[in-house]
């Protein structure tokens, strides 16, 4: 299988100055609303988007900074290849969804499909899940930034999703169950629903052992992945892995 580590791509984005001239991009779209008056005034568009939606965990993020991490490369791939219908499985509070209706916005192009089953650390195989999208409006929430017409929340499983609707993508990311056969099932029945030259993603590609009682097994699928596709890249040491649809 042919492949290159993330730094790879990386480095050769910062030597064009890509993520400078994307988090320019976002600062220079910020929307005022009258909800979050006093975030607006003290952050700017990308630290609001961390703050917001919680791009804290996982996503290499510098709130600091307004770096949103892992959120340019949604955020760039959506830009450039100009997605009809993405599919995001799994986000504690929309970080990644958030992203990735941004970009369609800025497009004006292109529409979200987030799912998440809106689990809690009750419920088994939470990975990670409080419940946030059972508490809260969905919708409200994704409103803040005028997102709410380019993304779509369902709160239920990727199973029954899978099950109710039966919609094509050119891009998805999986960031669900974490355990292999909950990784498994989203990789074979979205699979087949992704378009040629399509992009599919992956988090958590490297984290091993148990999440309470439930063991990690995106891993295990990525590694599988490996032998199965011609295209990949991934940055192991944070977790995080594309494979391109070329057959």
């Not at 993508?169 to 399509?198: M, N, Q």
Request: hydrophobic residues 35%.
């Amino acid at each position: 299988m042919q492949k290159k580590s993330f730094y790879f791509y990386e480095r050769w984005l910062n030597s064009l100055g890509l993520f400078d001239i994307l988090k320019k991009i976002i600062d220079a779209k910020w929307i005022k609303h009258s909800h979050y008056k006093s975030d607006l005034y003290k952050y700017s568009t990308s630290q609001f988007l961390i703050r917001h939606f919680f791009g804290y965990n996982g996503h290499q993020v510098n709130h600091n900074t307004g770096n949103l991490g892992f959120g340019f490369l949604h955020y760039a791939f959506i830009i450039a290849s100009r997605p009809e219908r993405i599919l995001c499985i799994g986000s504690e509070q929309g970080f990644i969804p958030a992203i990735c209706a941004l970009a369609c916005k800025d497009n004006n192009k292109g529409h979200v499909d987030f799912v998440d089953a809106g689990k809690t650390s009750k419920n088994k195989n939470h990975w990670g899940g409080t419940g946030f999208w059972k508490k809260n409006n969905p919708q409200l929430h994704f409103s803040v930034l005028e997102l709410e017409n380019w993304i779509t929340p369902y709160i239920m499983t990727s199973k029954q999703f899978a099950k109710k609707y039966q919609y094509k993508y050119e891009y998805i990311f999986i960031d669900g169950d974490h355990s292999y056969p909950g990784v498994k099932f989203d990789y074979e029945t979205f699979w087949p629903r992704l378009a040629t030259d399509g992009m599919m993603g992956f988090h958590d590609i490297s984290l091993k052992g148990l999440n309470g009682q439930d063991e990690y097994g995106v891993w295990k699928m990525w590694k599988e992945l490996n032998k199965k596709h011609k295209l990949s890249f991934e940055y192991l040491d944070n977790s995080v892995g594309f494979i391109q649809k070329n057959e």
